[in-house]
């Protein structure tokens, strides 16, 4: 988990990093996660993995920005994917007890879907909206953050 999630993410910034740097300009987009805010129980290695994406996210900003490099990330939350259906649904299409909890603790009231990832993706890619933006973490968690009180 560490390797993919971590090392993964430090291999592609390094990577692309160089790229930019030639061309003095450019916009990286991390994958973190709302467990490396908040941790997970369960799950050190996965919220550990994503902690030190966001710590790495926050330096590479810092390192980047003056060659005009900005580094971001977003923090999903709880999704609904084709992946941890089984983890969020009972055979029977309803919600685990699990789910019904942190759902419960969610504003909004659902998971997320690819979809709601998308608009804070262009806006972080795009060189005239974001411009002055770089160093943050955005949660895309449907408020889950703000109601545990992060």
């Not at 939350?77 to 994917?81: D, E, K, L, V, W």
């Given at each position: 988990v560490i390797?993919?999630?971590l090392k993964g993410s430090f291999n592609f910034l390094q990577a692309a990093g160089s790229v930019m740097m030639k061309q003095r300009h450019g916009s990286i987009i991390n994958m973190a996660s709302i467990s490396g805010v908040m941790g997970n129980p369960g799950q050190v290695n996965y919220s550990a993995s994503k902690?030190?994406?966001i710590g790495m996210t926050k330096a590479a900003a810092k390192e980047l920005g003056?060659?005009?490099i900005r580094v971001n990330a977003i923090a999903p939350?709880?999704?609904?994917?084709n992946q941890n259906k089984t983890l969020l649904y009972n055979p029977d299409g309803s919600l685990s007890a699990r789910s019904e909890k942190i759902i419960s603790h969610t504003p909004l009231r659902?998971?997320?879907t690819t979809d709601d990832l998308t608009g804070s993706l262009l806006f972080l890619a795009d060189e005239t909206y974001s411009a002055f933006v770089t160093g943050v973490?955005?949660?895309i968690d449907g408020g889950f953050s703000a109601y545990a009180g992060v």
């Open positions: 390797d993919i999630n902690a030190g994406v003056r060659r005009h939350g709880f999704f609904s994917t659902r998971f997320g973490i955005i949660p």
